[in-house]
């Protein structure tokens, strides 16, 4: 996935300014940088997410499998199953059981209820390591479930449309640390199958879970490459101001 000369806007203000990234395939990308940098906003844009937002236009271009996903004849809807997105606070859908959560983007693309649905349910909770711990549960309503259990959920519910990127926006903000721990783990096993691109304001974590960094400061790309060398010989003096802690 490739964001070319991207710029975003929310009315007048401009939050994105001429971003040129290359995310590589089956692997972690970590986007860091402090608050109001224009890192939810860049990953909004990767999947068509930012044009809802009341008054929010964009130019430029991004190419998921050199396609642009901003042509005329790219359905919106189908990017976003393509491109999935876990937010930062768990949202199962309240009203349904922890089965219909997961299975809920299947039924609106058509699928039917049935064996074929029961596996692709199963096997996206298996990926999201929660199958075990729900598969008596299934029935329970999606909000019974612990907040860390909530997260690797809607983890499941994107998993089941079988995307080729995953878009995380800061997926443990809202999680103690035992619970942040799994889902890191899941992080790294995710890139066996999918493209993962994480917003995080922890350091420790992008290093930890991500091969790739990239570092957005008002509204700018200043810094991307390979996590250890972002953090251990940065390239730009305000990619080693910030990882060092002297402002963020």
Known sequence: ??????????????????????????????????????????????????????????????????????????????????????????????????????????????????????????????????????????????????GGQQQRLCIARAIALEPEVILMDEPCSALDPIATAKIERLVVELKRNYTVVIVTHNMQQASRVSEYTAFFYIGALVEYGETKNIFENPKNPLTEKYITGEFG
Request: hydrophobic letters at 40%; a positive charge.
């Open 1 to 146: 996935m490739k964001s070319i000369n991207l710029n975003a806007w929310f009315g007048q203000k401009q939050v994105l300014k001429d971003i040129n990234l290359s995310i590589k395939a089956n692997s972690v990308t970590a986007i860091i940088g402090p608050s109001g940098c224009g890192k939810s906003t860049y990953i909004r844009t990767l999947n068509r997410m930012h044009e809802l937002v009341p008054n929010a236009k964009m130019s430029g271009q991004v190419l998921l499998d050199d396609q642009d996903i901003y042509a005329s004849n790219m359905d919106p809807v189908m990017v976003r199953r393509r491109v999935g997105m876990v937010f930062q606070k768990p949202n199962p859908f309240p009203t349904m059981s922890i089965y219909d959560n997961v299975a809920a983007g299947l039924k609106l693309t058509g699928a039917k209820k049935g064996k074929n649905l029961d596996e692709v349910v199963r096997k996206s909770l298996e990926q999201a390591t929660l199958w075990d711990e729900v598969k008596e549960d299934l029935k329970k309503p999606g909000t019974s479930i612990s």
